[in-house]
């Protein structure tokens, strides 16, 4: 989906090593989600934002961060990266409402070493 | 606990046959319930959802999915597969337990034969 952007799409490091994924959306949704995707494992909350002030905690947030810095932006922070964390990464958005879709970005895939 | 079940990983068909990706929950409430297809390299692509109304939900690239909410089901259909149907299907259901966030299905990969 070209209107949720994600940088960078590939990234190799180290462990200890502070990473940030960033994202960023023109469909001018108010909420924002973090996943990571294991194989077998499906989809896995890490945090989401309904607007700029909210931000919330998912189903694994442990190791990880981020940053609502507009409406359009959404960072994930790694503050020292292990090799557990080695994962494909998703940014989403949507539009108010539980029973809204969500729009995917074509993925961060984080390698660590 | 609120949960969704793809028991299938894996589902091969032949080109132009009927093909059905399974999916289950268990919810409190009434459920929300979503298909999302992804191929690869890419982001998931949302394809149709259930709220309410008509059992038979349509959805986008011919394909459809029957809610049963005595068999708490929601599985993906098409009357014709295409070679281009191969990707990795999730299922997802809302969780009104966890601030109305998804939780998703393990995924099941599509395989579209010649």
């Known amino acids: 989906d070209a209107d949720v952007t994600q940088t960078p799409r590939n990234r190799i490091t180290k462990t200890g090593k502070r990473i940030m994924l960033e994202c960023s959306q023109t469909k001018g949704h108010d909420r924002m989600y973090w996943y990571r995707q294991d194989p077998g494992l499906g989809l896995r909350l890490i945090y989401y934002s309904f607007d700029v002030k909210d931000i919330n905690k998912g189903e694994i947030s442990d190791g990880y961060s981020v940053s609502r810095q507009a409406q359009a932006k959404f960072s994930l922070s790694l503050e020292s990266a292990i090799p557990n964390q080695t994962a494909l990464y998703f940014c989403?958005?949507?539009?108010?409402?539980?029973?809204?879709?969500?729009?995917f970005g074509d993925g961060t895939r984080l390698s660590i070493l | 606990a609120q949960s969704v079940a793809q028991p299938e990983d894996q589902v091969n068909v032949a080109e132009g046959n009927p093909l059905t990706v399974k999916c289950t929950y268990s919810?409190?409430?009434?459920?929300?319930l979503f298909w999302y297809v992804q191929y690869p390299n890419r982001g998931l692509q949302f394809l149709l959802k259930?709220?309410?109304?008509d059992n038979l939900v349509k959805g986008s690239y011919g394909f459809e999915a029957e809610f049963n909410k005595s068999q708490t089901s929601f599985h993906l259909k098409k009357p014709s597969a295409l070679v281009s149907d191969s990707a990795l299907y999730f299922c997802?259901?809302?969780?009104?337990?966890?601030?109305?966030?998804?939780?998703w299905g393990a995924g099941t990969k599509l395989i579209i034969k010649p």
């Open positions: 997802a259901v809302r969780d009104s337990e966890s601030n109305y966030q998804l939780i």
């Open positions: 919810v409190s409430g009434n459920p929300y």
């Open positions: 989403a958005t949507s539009e108010g409402g539980s029973g809204q879709p969500q729009h």
């Open positions: 259930y709220i309410t109304g």
